[in-house]
């Protein structure tokens, strides 16, 4: 009795000085509304922070993290004398009507409070907070629980056939059977307990699947591995609900507990606070890369041009593919989905010699911090099936599109997509969303539901140009091979690159001479002056993502200038407006450029890579404009010696063709660029 006596005295002063006694006076106002006049149960959320608890009482600290159904006792009890003493609620007649909820502010950064969802087995885990991070790969929708019923005795001359005597509230890991049915006795007589059914207190319950975030490997290009992950199921009530969403990362502090569902027992968690969590990606780069961003100081142009010369040359020689690769890398750095920042910039690539385009792509999406590469046999969105935990919703899945939130997606060559997945993925790649119908009769409700996700990744896909041709004409280009794709889904995506084929002799014999040494001597590298390896690229993707740029007045009025001018000349030819989706795609690309440079500001330099690889995707589109730029605008055909001095004077030149057409055809243009 001493020792109770003692830890609810710390308990009290913990409240004291943590404000937990100020909140609880605050929430009882609520429950004093005439309204409430017919609850029995008082539910109140008391945060704690084990470590200030540590502080105080070390007893109790270790009960709250080791015994925390002990340690919930000790604050309903506290509460309770708080109640009464300063009555607060008239109608809190008995200890067992106030619901004391322990929400844990986080855990001792030991190994002993961490569970590695990769790691097995998971039996032994005792019922106390645990501390896990993944990925939310399904939910359902919110459905109601028990959370408290009142019990009468049915012998009318005990004393317990009135009162509030027997009320039983919900537990980490007990099922609906275990706070209301049938069979229950009275501690005072032993006779059958009945319910009173209109003291029934409802709560709301959501289930969400948690799996290690390395899943996602298996799902990206890589190589097929072993090892498979498995999910663990995830219990939300009431306030907790709605704070997952599927393809987003969490820290979460939950209960491990066996749920009995006989003839069955799963293991499951009981979530007592959620966090959205950010895995540390390194912020730093090789120091390869300073010494050539250094070197190539003098042009804003030359960093990236060199970066994308030099990238992934176990695929292709140097001086191949050359605006593939620089789109691939402004894609990278610019795909994000945390919860600051939400960008994107799709790619369609269209080839006719596809397998090392693919290739290239594959490689690429390993750079991501998250890549998912989508195959036929799964969903590309969402998928439905029933919940297996006796919920009797739905149970909500995500597709590649979703687990690929905040990286990129890799569709994969769209001629081999149906008609109505091409138009899946148009309405996904125009509304950024995607909708999931709910049949209510199937899953249990009503009435049919329809619910909506954001999608926050990249899209790459593939389209061959020699397969089922769509050919359509361009001014400039001539015949232009699109491929299978269809025009309204080839415009939704906001870049498209034409990679044109090796047919110089050269070239073609650069190829097949680095294809043969890459058979005989594989993970070689072949040009010792430009040997970045992967990891390098994997480290500068990642700090250029992490930097934060912001538009230079010059970049702004360049870019603001082009779609001026373009919306003029586009209405007096094609009879159409331009769509603010255009004005986005100019500052993404230009925002990349200046990421990939490695720099916090955007300049007229990078506006005007930006203008160039939209005027070779409005090309490809059949849009034409009187902006002419030839396609290897970007990277001349020889990059030799003094090859980027020459592409520095080339861009220099088309900056001035650019200026010059904004000064004609945009309106109120002559105010901030000079005829000369």
């Given at each position: 009795m001493a020792d109770m006596f003692?830890?609810?005295?710390?308990?009290?002063?913990?409240?004291?000085k943590?404000?937990?006694?100020q909140?609880?006076?605050?929430?009882?106002?609520?429950f004093?509304?005439?309204?409430?006049?017919?609850?029995?149960i008082f539910?109140?959320c008391?945060g704690?922070?084990p470590?200030d608890?540590?502080?105080v009482d070390?007893?109790l600290?270790?009960?709250?993290?080791?015994?925390p159904l002990?340690?919930?006792a000790l604050f309903?009890s506290v509460c309770?004398?708080?109640?009464?003493?300063?009555?607060?609620?008239?109608s809190?007649?008995t200890?067992?009507?106030?619901?004391?909820?322990l929400?844990l502010?986080?855990l001792?950064?030991f190994p002993?409070?961490?569970?590695?969802?990769a790691?097995?087995?998971?039996t032994h885990?005792?019922?106390r907070?645990?501390?896990m991070?993944?990925?939310?790969?399904?939910v359902?929708?919110?459905?109601?629980?028990?959370r408290?019923?009142?019990?009468?005795?049915?012998?009318?001359d005990?004393h317990?056939?009135s009162?509030f005597?027997?009320?039983?509230?919900?537990?980490?890991?007990?099922?609906?059977?275990?706070?209301?049915?049938n069979?229950?006795?009275?501690?005072a007589?032993?006779s059958?307990?009945?319910?009173?059914i209109?003291f029934?207190?409802?709560?709301?319950?959501q289930?969400?699947?948690?799996i290690h975030v390395?899943?996602?490997?298996v799902?990206?290009a890589?190589?097929q591995s072993p090892?498979?992950y498995?999910?663990v199921?995830?219990?939300?009530r009431d306030?907790?609900?709605n704070?997952m969403r599927?393809?987003?990362l969490?820290r979460v502090i939950?209960?491990?507990?066996?749920?009995h569902?006989?003839p069955?027992?799963?293991w499951s968690?009981?979530?007592?606070n959620?966090?959205p969590?950010?895995?540390?990606?390194?912020?730093?780069?090789?120091?390869?890369?300073?010494?050539?961003l250094?070197?190539?100081?003098g042009?804003?142009w030359?960093?990236?041009?060199?970066?994308?010369h030099?990238?992934?040359?176990?695929?292709?020689p140097?001086?191949?593919?050359h605006?593939l690769?620089?789109?691939?890398?402004?894609?990278l750095v610019?795909?994000?989905?945390?919860?600051?920042?939400?960008s994107?910039l799709?790619?369609?690539v269209?080839?006719g010699?596809?397998?090392?385009?693919?290739?290239?792509?594959?490689?690429?999406?390993n750079?991501?911090?998250?890549?998912v590469?989508?195959e036929?046999s799964?969903?590309?969105?969402?998928?439905?099936?029933h919940?297996?935990?006796g919920?009797g919703?739905a149970?909500i899945?995500?597709?590649?599109?979703?687990?690929?939130?905040?990286?990129?997606?890799?569709?994969g060559?769209?001629?081999?997509?149906r008609k109505d997945k091409?138009?899946?993925?148009?309405s996904?790649l125009?509304?950024?969303t995607v909708?999931?119908?709910i049949?209510?009769?199937?899953y249990?409700k009503?009435a049919?539901?329809h619910?909506?996700f954001?999608?926050s990744c990249?899209f790459w896909a593939?389209?061959?140009?020699?397969q089922?041709s769509?050919?359509?004409y361009?001014?400039?280009l001539?015949a232009?091979?699109?491929?299978?794709?269809?025009p309204?889904?080839?415009a939704?995506?906001g870049?498209?690159?034409?990679c044109?084929d090796?047919?110089?002799?050269?070239?073609?014999?650069?190829l097949?001479?680095?294809?043969l040494?890459?058979a005989?001597?594989?993970?070689?590298?072949l040009?010792s002056?430009l040997?970045?390896s992967?990891?390098?690229?994997?480290?500068l993707?990642a700090y250029?993502?992490?930097?934060?740029?912001d538009?230079?007045?010059a970049a702004q009025k360049?870019?603001?200038?082009y779609?001026m001018?373009?919306?003029?000349?586009?209405?007096?030819?094609?009879?159409?407006k331009?769509?603010?989706?255009?004005?986005?795609?100019l500052i993404?690309?230009?925002?990349?450029?200046c990421?990939?440079?490695?720099r916090s500001?955007?300049?007229?330099e990078?506006a005007?890579?930006?203008v160039?690889?939209?005027e070779n995707s409005?090309t490809?589109?059949?849009?034409?404009?009187?902006l002419?730029?030839?396609p290897?605008?970007?990277?001349p055909?020889?990059?030799?010696?003094d090859?980027l001095?020459?592409r520095?004077?080339?861009?220099?030149?088309?900056?001035q063709n650019?200026?010059?057409f904004i000064?004609?055809?945009?309106?109120?243009?002559?105010?901030?660029?000079?005829?000369?």
């Amino acid at each position: 009795m001493a020792d109770m006596f003692s830890l609810k005295r710390s308990v009290l002063i913990y409240l004291d000085k943590s404000g937990g006694l100020q909140k609880l006076t605050e929430d009882c106002k609520s429950f004093n509304d005439p309204q409430q006049n017919a609850m029995v149960i008082f539910r109140f959320c008391v945060g704690v922070n084990p470590t200030d608890v540590i502080e105080v009482d070390p007893d109790l600290g270790d009960r709250i993290l080791h015994h925390p159904l002990n340690a919930t006792a000790l604050f309903q009890s506290v509460c309770f004398l708080a109640i009464k003493t300063l009555s607060l609620i008239e109608s809190v007649h008995t200890e067992c009507q106030v619901n004391v909820i322990l929400k844990l502010t986080h855990l001792p950064p030991f190994p002993d409070y961490k569970l590695d969802l990769a790691a097995f087995p998971r039996t032994h885990c005792c019922m106390r907070p645990m501390l896990m991070e993944g990925l939310a790969i399904a939910v359902t929708r919110v459905t109601k629980y028990t959370r408290g019923a009142r019990f009468l005795c049915s012998n009318d001359d005990c004393h317990f056939s009135s009162g509030f005597h027997h009320i039983r509230v919900h537990a980490p890991g007990a099922t609906e059977s275990a706070t209301v049915r049938n069979d229950f006795s009275c501690m005072a007589c032993s006779s059958p307990l009945k319910e009173d059914i209109q003291f029934r207190v409802l709560g709301d319950k959501q289930l969400v699947e948690l799996i290690h975030v390395d899943a996602l490997k298996v799902l990206s290009a890589h190589q097929q591995s072993p090892l498979r992950y498995q999910s663990v199921t995830l219990f939300l009530r009431d306030e907790l609900c709605n704070t997952m969403r599927i393809g987003q990362l969490y820290r979460v502090i939950g209960i491990p507990a066996h749920v009995h569902q006989w003839p069955n027992i799963t293991w499951s968690v009981e979530v007592n606070n959620v966090q959205p969590w950010e895995p540390q990606y390194p912020h730093d780069i090789n120091a390869k890369f300073k010494q050539l961003l250094k070197a190539t100081g003098g042009s804003h142009w030359r960093f990236a041009a060199v970066i994308a010369h030099c990238f992934d040359l176990n695929m292709t020689p140097p001086g191949l593919y050359h605006t593939l690769k620089l789109s691939l890398l402004l894609s990278l750095v610019q795909t994000r989905g945390d919860a600051k920042n939400t960008s994107h910039l799709n790619l369609l690539v269209t080839a006719g010699d596809t397998i090392i385009v693919e290739r290239l792509m594959k490689y690429s999406l390993n750079l991501s911090c998250r890549g998912v590469r989508h195959e036929a046999s799964r969903e590309m969105f969402a998928s439905l099936s029933h919940d297996e935990h006796g919920a009797g919703t739905a149970n909500i899945y995500a597709g590649s599109a979703l687990l690929a939130n905040g990286g990129i997606c890799m569709l994969g060559d769209l001629s081999s997509f149906r008609k109505d997945k091409l138009d899946a993925i148009e309405s996904v790649l125009d509304s950024r969303t995607v909708s999931v119908f709910i049949p209510g009769k199937k899953y249990g409700k009503d009435a049919d539901q329809h619910l909506t996700f954001p999608i926050s990744c990249s899209f790459w896909a593939l389209a061959d140009s020699t397969q089922n041709s769509r050919r359509t004409y361009d001014a400039v280009l001539g015949a232009v091979e699109m491929g299978p794709v269809p025009p309204q889904l080839a415009a939704s995506f906001g870049l498209i690159v034409k990679c044109q084929d090796p047919a110089k002799e050269h070239a073609v014999l650069s190829l097949t001479v680095h294809t043969l040494q890459q058979a005989v001597q594989p993970g070689k590298y072949l040009y010792s002056s430009l040997d970045f390896s992967t990891q390098d690229y994997k480290e500068l993707v990642a700090y250029a993502q992490s930097l934060q740029v912001d538009l230079s007045p010059a970049a702004q009025k360049l870019i603001r200038g082009y779609f001026m001018a373009t919306c003029r000349v586009r209405s007096q030819i094609h009879s159409n407006k331009m769509s603010a989706a255009f004005l986005k795609l100019l500052i993404s690309l230009a925002e990349a450029h200046c990421k990939l440079s490695l720099r916090s500001e955007v300049l007229e330099e990078d506006a005007v890579i930006a203008v160039l690889l939209y005027e070779n995707s409005v090309t490809l589109k059949n849009e034409g404009s009187a902006l002419v730029i030839p396609p290897d605008a970007l990277f001349p055909p020889d990059l030799g010696e003094d090859g980027l001095l020459r592409r520095d004077r080339a861009l220099d030149e088309l900056h001035q063709n650019i200026l010059r057409f904004i000064y004609t055809y945009a309106l109120g243009a002559d105010e901030y660029i000079t005829e000369e």
